[in-house]
C-alpha cells in the first residue's frame, strides 16, 4: 500500500483538472462530510484509492470466483452491443448473469464468474472502461478449493 502521508511540501507537485460542475459539487459534499480539510487532501485520498484498486486487481490471479456489477445506460449507441460481444468473448468464464431495468436509461447487471483471474480481471476491465457504464464493481475469492 502506499504511504506518501510522510511526503514533503517540497514533493508535492501542481496539477490542473477540468471537471464537470455536478461532478465537482458532489465531491465537494463528500469531502465536506467526511471532514477533509481541503480539496486537495480530498483528491489525494481518491488517487491513492485508485491506486491501491489498481494494484490488487493485478494480484487477481489463480482460479477465482467473482462478480461484475455494473451500471448502465443502455440508450447509449452501440454499448449493449458491446457488452454482449465482450461477454460472448468470455463464455467460458461466465457462469450466469442477471439483467434488471432500473428506469428509462439505466441498467444494472450482475456478472456471476468462475475462471482464471487474469481472464477475469481482462473482462472487467474492458467492460469497465466502456463508454455509458457509470459504476462497476469487480469482486473475486478464491476457488472454494481454496477457502
Not at 4 to 27: A, C, H, Q, W, Y
Amino acid at each position: 500500500m502506499i504511504d506518501d502521508k510522510k511526503i514533503s511540501e517540497k514533493e508535492l507537485m501542481r496539477i490542473g483538472v477540468s471537471l464537470p460542475d455536478n461532478l465537482l459539487t458532489k465531491f465537494d459534499n463528500i469531502i465536506e462530510e467526511r471532514g477533509y480539510s481541503s480539496r486537495s487532501e480530498g483528491i489525494r485520498d481518491a488517487i491513492r484509492s485508485y491506486i491501491n484498486h489498481y494494484e490488487w486487481m493485478n494480484d487477481i490471479k489463480g482460479r477465482r470466483i467473482g462478480t461484475i456489477s455494473l451500471v448502465y445506460d443502455h440508450t447509449k449507441r452501440g454499448l449493449s452491443n458491446m457488452m454482449a460481444e465482450i461477454q460472448h468473448e468470455h463464455s467460458d468464464i461466465i457462469k450466469t448473469s442477471i439483467h434488471i431495468h432500473l428506469d428509462h436509461d439505466n441498467c444494472l447487471e450482475v456478472i456471476v464468474l468462475d475462471g482464471d483471474g487474469r481472464d477475469i480481471k481482462s473482462l472487467a476491465e474492458k467492460i469497465i472502461s466502456l463508454n455509458g457504464v457509470k459504476f462497476s464493481k469487480l469482486t473475486t475469492v478464491p476457488s472454494t478449493e481454496k477457502l
